[in-house]
């Protein structure tokens, strides 16, 4: 199959953002009495926006709205100060987004974290790169796996979705991109288990960058 784009995930997928995203979650959750999380907890925790982030990291019962709601703008704006202290690309990103630029490729991100962090993830950590679009959650589009943000970035990229090669860590991007018509890859150096992607739909498995050149050259 030729690929003209390739659709990003971004956390667990582009980049390690796992600590900086736990260090803020604890300092919360223990700023009110709530007990802490593992890194092991942090990565089943995360994947489906920042709001869900802190609803399923409290105690059970705990999580009303007027608690969540209180609880979100503090982890906002600790996370805001404190989101690139750790955070990096993962081994061999570099090279890969370095190929698909050599290629050709159109390249996008797509995350489930808010636009704004999306951006300024992408802006401060991938700046060596230019990706056609960049977009995180944001009012009007339900989050992944509703299909409908992937399938807008294709529309911007001016690309059929059976067009893209959709890249993720979880199962909630393999069932975004099945939805939406694109091919599901699933990279295993991310946050969530083999397992839990070929559940989910993925069709190939990376457990390096450099296996996703070597797909995109054969495709080619």
């Not at 300092?27 to 709530?34: A, K």
């Not at 999380?37 to 999580?63: N, W, Y």
């Not at 797509?110 to 009012?139: I, P, Q």
Request: one cysteine or more; hydrophobic letters at 45%; aromatic letters at 8%.
């Amino acid at each position: 199959m030729a690929f003209k784009a390739v659709i990003f995930d971004l956390d667990g997928t582009l980049l390690d953002t796992l600590q900086d995203l736990l260090n803020t979650l604890n300092t919360v959750l223990e700023r009110y009495g709530y007990p802490v999380h593992s890194i092991s907890d942090c990565q089943f925790l995360v994947g489906q926006g920042m709001t869900e982030l802190v609803r399923k990291a409290l105690p059970a019962g705990v999580g009303t709205e007027e608690t969540i709601n209180h609880l979100l703008p503090e982890f906002l704006a600790h996370y805001a100060d404190n989101w690139n202290v750790h955070s990096r690309p993962y081994p061999g990103i570099k090279a890969l987004l370095d190929a698909i630029t050599e290629q050709g490729l159109k390249m996008a991100i797509l995350s489930n974290k808010a636009d704004h962090f999306t951006r300024l993830c992408a802006e401060e950590l991938l700046k060596e790169w230019t990706f056609d679009v960049v977009m995180g959650h944001h009012s009007g589009i339900a989050h992944k796996p509703e299909p409908a943000g992937a399938l807008l970035v294709a529309d911007l990229l001016g690309e059929e979705p059976s067009s893209i090669l959709y890249v993720g860590d979880s199962g909630i991007d393999m069932q975004t991109a099945t939805r939406a018509g694109m091919f599901p890859l699933g990279v295993l150096w991310g946050f969530r288990p083999e397992s839990e992607l070929l559940a989910y739909g993925a069709k190939a498995l990376a457990r390096h960058p450099e296996e996703i050149i070597d797909m995109l050259n054969k495709s080619i």
